[in-house]
């Protein structure tokens, strides 16, 4: 099993949209397929706002890394956020995870990007653990808070 990156294009996209739907189904995001395939194809398309990277051969990706873009004066340039990251299930606890990150960490550096952040749910004990062992700290005092435009259409 090779924890191997690749950064994924409009070619992907079946490949991808069953991984988004099995993270999207383990974490309770309620989409539909059409919704999914809306979200992730303008990354996939090459906009500057973010880019997806499949985990594993990309032929039969074992999972995949999202990453979403913005600027931050604080941190002095580019920052991105890890808006979602899967490996399946039957593969997890190999390293794998630990190896994607520490690939994309390197990848995203060396692009320009000063600062990566990610968000957990407060009883995700495990992926607080994961993120603390790859670098990543608690900002106290700060919390994430979000607002949600309206639905357009």
Not at 31 to 50: F, I, Q
Not at 67 to 78: D, L, T
Request: charged content about 25%; overall charge negative.
């Amino acid at each position: 099993m090779t924890a191997a990156l690749h950064l994924a294009g409009v070619d992907d996209i079946e490949r991808l949209l069953p991984l988004v739907a099995a993270y999207h189904e383990l974490e309770g995001v309620e989409k539909d397929d059409a919704s999914r395939r809306a979200a992730v194809m303008p990354l996939l398309e090459g906009s500057p706002h973010g880019a997806v990277w499949l985990v594993g051969l990309r032929r039969a990706p074992v999972g995949y890394v999202a990453v979403s873009f913005g600027w931050s004066i604080e941190f002095g340039g580019m920052d991105g956020i890890v808006d979602e990251f899967f490996i399946r299930e039957n593969v997890r606890g190999r390293g794998m995870g630990s190896e994607v990150l520490a690939s994309l960490q390197a990848t995203l550096a060396a692009a320009g990007l000063k600062a990566l952040h990610f968000e957990a749910g407060r009883r995700n004990a495990a992926a607080r653990t994961f993120y603390e062992r790859r670098g990543f700290l608690l900002r106290e005092g700060y919390h994430l808070m979000s607002w949600r435009a309206p639905d357009q259409g």
